[in-house]
T-cell receptor, first 115, second 117 residues
Framework: KQEVTQIPAALSVPEGENLVLNCSFT??????LQWFRQDPGKGLTSLLLIQSSQREQTSGRLNASLDKSSGRSTLYIAASQPGDSATYLC??????????????FGRGTQLTVWP | NAGVTQTPKFQVLKTGQSMTLQCAQD?????MSWYRQDPGMGLRLIHY???????DQGEVPNGYNVSRSTTEDFPLRLLSAAPSQTSVYFC????????????????FGEGSRLTVL
């Protein structure tokens, strides 16, 4: 079964810092990896989707990289702002037919950016 | 675009009552799914559907029932509510099912917070 681990579980940084969130997964046979953001009391919002053939994706101050063979992804947030405070989750699928329709989530990293 | 719409946002039930959580999407997505989110447990998949007329069980299906008669709607039925079903429920959809090359982003609803007394 695909297992997803996110480190650290929580992170508190001052505004302006560049930071890295980590995601690792046990089965490298994936099609896609997604990073999500969840604000308190809200649903998840997709930030970036990386296909297995890609190495990275960028959106504004966010950059996500994927090393499929080692089962790792990182989400890089540049020049962090208080508005970035949220929980960040990563999720992967697998390309094994028996798991069609299943997406495996990590527990998330709770980020606090203070002014 | 409305995206994924869930109703109700809040619901209180008594043990043994039944109810249906509604989910609708207007993006013509083939894949729809239901998750529950509990503190310390993360997101857990309840049921999912890879297309109209097709449903399958996820990680924690017991006590829940689903159907997919149209592409747009994917209701989740609680048959006889139990306190263990107190949770926040999320509906999510994507163009195709995870585990395919063309899955696309997964879009979530705002959640339905259910309390069972």
């Amino acid at each position: 079964k695909q297992e997803v681990t996110q480190i650290p579980a929580a992170l508190s940084v001052p505004e302006g810092e560049n930071l890295v969130l980590n995601c690792s997964f046990t089965d490298s046979a994936i099609y896609n990896l997604q990073w999500f953001r969840q604000d308190p009391g809200k649903g998840l919002t997709s930030l970036l989707l990386i296909q297995s053939s890609q190495r990275e994706q960028t959106s504004g101050r966010l950059n996500a990289s994927l090393d499929k063979s080692s089962g790792r992804s990182t989400l890089y947030i540049a020049a962090s702002q208080p508005g970035d405070s949220a929980t960040y989750l990563c999720a992967v699928d697998t390309d094994r037919g028996s798991t069609l329709g299943r997406l495996y989530f990590g527990r998330g990293t709770q980020l606090t950016v203070w002014p | 675009n409305a995206g994924v719409t869930q109703t109700p946002k809040f619901q209180v039930l008594k043990t043994g009552q039944s109810m249906t959580l509604q989910c609708a999407q207007d993006m013509n997505h083939e894949y729809m799914s239901w998750y529950r989110q509990d503190p310390g447990m993360g997101l857990r998949l309840i049921h999912y559907s890879v297309g109209a007329g097709i449903t399958d069980q996820g990680e924690v299906p017991n006590g829940y029932n689903v159907s997919r008669s149209t592409t747009e709607d994917f209701p989740l039925r609680l048959l006889s509510a139990a306190p263990s079903q107190t949770s926040v429920y999320f509906c999510a959809s994507s163009y195709e099912a995870p585990g395919t090359a063309n899955t696309g982003e997964l879009f979530f609803g705002e959640g339905s917070r259910l309390t069972v007394l």
